[in-house]
């Protein structure tokens, strides 16, 4: 166990650490494993108690943050996706006109 001085947000969970004594802070006791954790650990008693269900859901939160693809992924998805669809419309514009050509031919060749 170590001392630390910790913020703690509007939900009583620790938001932030030292190892010093900071402006706004408070004095706990807490195992050096847990000082790397925001969001999902509280004070009880003067020490640094893990809430794992709290922590459960907001590594739930950021696997799911995790599996999305990023925003740069997701450009060249995009992109990808308007080249082809600009290939496909040259293709249908190619096979209309050349639809078009036969009908003229066969109106033609009925004269």
Known sequence: MKN????????GFID?????????TQKVEADESLSNL???????????????????????????QD?????GEQMQDMQEAIVQLSEEKA????????TQMAMVAMYESNL
């Open 38 to 64: 925001f969001f999902c650990v509280k004070v009880e008693d003067g020490k640094a108690v893990l809430d794992m269900s709290k922590k459960t859901a907001l590594e739930k939160v950021q696997n799911r």
């Open 16 to 24: 932030g650490w030292s190892e010093s004594e900071q402006p706004n």
């Open 4 to 11: 630390y001085f910790v913020t703690v947000n509007d939900e």
């Open 67 to 71: 599996a999305q693809p990023s925003m």
């Open 91 to 98: 293709a249908l514009e190619q096979q209309l006109l050349d």
